[in-house]
């Protein structure tokens, strides 16, 4: 069965510093690899994704991830966290065949000033 | 990106009545949405996809005729909750997706069944 796992349900990191929000699939096939974040009572917001190409992959508001296919992750990761980055973080994959969207269960990420 | 909106954000109602949730693409055509629901601290859980002018293929445990989604047009997508109760309760997401894997979100109704 196809899956996305996020093994942290929180992660605290000081203002400043960096952050990695860890994500890794199962997923046949080459999968379609996304970040969405969700602020509270809001939907999602789309961050970035991987498609084919580079490893490295940026988004929006300084955010990256690597994709990594020998070890089937996707982490999330931004050089300097910010206050305003708190929320929570959804990571999702598609394989190339397939028509849903599989998420996994979310990582709530809490940056202290 | 791509704007989906959904109205109402937020309702309350009274157990049995039915409530109707819009979802729209605002600047795009989307060939097929989506309907999730999230439970508090959880992750979505899609509940059924729909493909405009066809009937919505629904999630395993899912009730098609207590949600009844209809998707009339490329644009347009809503979802009914029939005789609602306080189970029904939940922040609900639509989706929609405009081409093979763009897939932009709504920004969520909160309904509380009372």
């Known amino acids: 069965a196809q899956s996305v796992a996020q093994p942290e349900d929180q992660v605290n990191v000081a203002e400043g510093n960096p952050l990695t929000v860890k994500c890794t699939y199962s997923?046949?096939?080459?999968?379609?690899l996304f970040w969405y974040v969700q602020y509270p009572n809001r939907g999602l917001q789309f961050l970035l994704k991987?498609?084919?190409?580079?490893?490295l992959v940026k988004g929006s508001y300084g955010f990256e991830a690597e994709f990594n296919k020998s070890q089937t992750s996707f982490h999330l990761k931004k050089p300097s966290a910010l206050v305003s980055d708190s929320a929570l973080y959804f990571c999702a994959a598609r394989d190339t065949g397939g028509f849903k969207t599989i998420f996994g269960a979310g990582t709530r990420l809490f940056v202290k000033a | 990106g791509a704007v989906v909106s959904q109205h109402p954000s937020r309702v309350i109602c009274k157990s049995g009545t039915s409530v109707k949730i819009e979802c729209r693409s605002l600047d795009f055509q989307a060939t097929t949405m989506f309907w999730y629901r999230q439970f508090p601290k959880q992750s979505l859980m899609l509940m059924a996809t729909?493909?405009?002018?066809?009937?919505?293929?629904?999630e395993q445990g899912v009730e098609k005729d207590k949600f009844l989604i209809n998707h009339a047009s490329l644009t347009l997508s809503t979802l009914t909750v029939a005789s609602a109760h306080p189970e029904d309760s939940s922040f609900y997401i639509c989706?929609?997706?405009?081409?093979?894997?763009?897939?932009?979100f709504g920004p969520g109704t909160r309904l509380t069944v009372l």
């Open positions: 989706s929609a997706r405009e081409r093979e894997y763009e897939q932009f």
């Open positions: 991987y498609i084919t190409g580079d490893n």
């Open positions: 997923v046949s096939g080459n999968p379609y």
């Open positions: 729909s493909n405009e002018g066809s009937k919505a293929t629904y």
